[in-house]
């Protein structure tokens, strides 16, 4: 199946399970906020880089057990080798635009499954020569959107806070044709882990009014 039609599709589903008047209502909006870790196939075991994601989500309810949620979010990705002699750095920053349908599978465990287009804001490569450091801007260099194929398992830890952890696997490259960043010709797709928390905006609020 084409993205476009993956797309699509994911658009008509969401479409009905917002606007369905029988059965919908929203449920919750609030923030999100965690840690990020991240890797471009290719550039080898051990090339993890951490970062930090920020944005908002909203809730709607389908059934007592299924719903859609909307999330908007900041994310920095990419890749370090940890190496400060050779360096072969590359940051990646995004806006997330995620569309993650939730199963609850009891009162306090709920299993995410989504797509997760993103748009490419901006980034660096940073390398070595000969000792001395390097450094590119990616802008123009890098597919300007990203598409994600997204599941995790969530955890309330009660009606205000929820923890969870997700992983993301690219199926977009960030190069298709010059490939500056993957060795032995592999395409460079990304990878990811999050950890993450999540606070209702009502209890932002009472936090906000004290």
């Known amino acids: 199946m084409k993205i ?20 919908l209502k929203a449920q919750d909006y609030g923030l999100k906020a ?7 196939n290719g550039q080898g ?3 993890i880089k951490p970062g930090l994601q920020l944005g908002g989500y909203k809730k709607f ?25 050779n360096q072969n750095n590359i940051n990646l920053y995004y806006f997330d635009f995620a569309i993650m349908f939730g199963i609850l599978l009891d009162e306090k465990f709920t299993l995410n499954l989504g797509i997760q287009p993103s ?27 990203d598409y994600a194929t997204v599941f995790g398992l969530e955890y309330d830890l009660n009606e205000n806070y929820t923890i969870g952890g997700r992983f993301n696997y690219s ?26 928390g999540k606070v209702k905006m009502e209890k932002v609020k009472e936090w906000l009014g004290k």
């Open 4 to 23: 476009k039609q993956i797309i699509i599709f994911t658009s008509l589903v969401t479409i009905w399970l917002v606007y369905k008047p029988t059965k």
């Open 34 to 40: 965690g840690a990020v870790f991240s890797t471009i």
């Open 45 to 47: 075991s051990g090339s």
């Open 61 to 85: 309810g389908a059934t007592e057990k299924l719903f859609v949620q909307m999330e908007a979010m900041f994310s920095q990705k990419g890749s370090w080798n940890w190496d400060s002699v």
């Open 119 to 145: 748009i490419f804001l901006g980034g660096n490569y940073k390398y070595s020569i000969n000792g001395q450091e390097q450094k590119e801007s990616l802008s123009g260099r890098v597919s300007a959107m």
């Open 171 to 196: 199926f977009v490259p960030l190069q298709s044709y010059e490939n500056d960043f993957a060795n032995n010709r592999e395409l460079p797709f990304s990878m990811l882990f999050q950890l993450y």
